[in-house]
Structures are given as C-alpha cells and as structure tokens.
C-alpha cells in the first residue's frame, strides 16, 4: 500500500510515517517511480509505534522494543534482552515518579484553592 493509504487506515500523518521510516521503525520498499509502499503489516506496526509514543518512550527506545513485539500475523518475534527488560523497566519507574509528583502537585492546588475559597480541601 502507498503511504498515503496507510496514514488513512492508521490515522497518522505521512509526516509522521516518513519520521518513522527514517528513525528505522517502518520499512517501505521503493517502486520503480520512487514511491514507499508498505506491506500490510505495517498498519500494525504503525499502531504499535503510536501506543510506544503515547506511553512516552523515545524513538531510540521504541527501536529496540519493536523486535519483540508481535504483529498480527503472528510471526515470530525477538525475545527481549535483559538489558531491554532494564530500560522498560526503568521508563516504567520513570512514570511512576512522574504520577507521584503529578499527585503532590494536585494536593498542594487543593490546598491552595481550599485557602482560597474558604472550604476544606479535597484532599
């Protein structure tokens, strides 16, 4: 399929497809003409790349996990290194300091709005 299908089947821009095929997340063959076309697991692999950006890992992480993610062909996928394991790991404990910070954050506006307004926090 051409690019510009697969942005219409996944709902991403062909900016953004032509980012993922230069950081190595999607590969597309070249016709004769010069244009991309993309088997039709890339679509899943597009979603895969949006899910990975949307639980905020880099590309450079993204890279690394993409081997061992399955598509929905089923097809084999690499076993993740224990290194790989340690960089999820750490990205995950990345979040969760953020959640907590993010928590305290809420607190000390309810607080203040409490202090503000006069009645007791919802905290």
């Given amino acids: 399929m051409r690019i510009g299908e697969l942005a219409r089947r996944t709902g991403v821009s062909e900016r953004s497809l032509r980012y993922y095929e230069q950081q190595g997340l999607l590969v597309a063959r070249r016709t004769a003409g010069g244009h991309r076309e993309y088997p039709e697991m890339a679509v899943d692999r597009v979603v895969h790349i949006q899910e990975l950006f949307a639980a905020g890992l880099h590309s450079r992480t993204i890279y690394k996990i993409l081997p061992c993610m399955r598509d929905s062909d089923g097809g084999p996928s690499e076993t993740a290194t224990p290194l790989l ?13 953020m959640i907590t910070d993010l928590l305290r954050s809420r607190e000390v506006l309810d607080e203040v709005i409490a202090g503000a307004t006069g009645r007791p926090s919802a905290a």
């Avoid at 790991?89 to 969760?96: C, G, H, L, V």
């Fill in 85 to 97: 394991v340690e960089e999820l790991t750490s990205e995950r404990d990345r979040i969760d300091r």
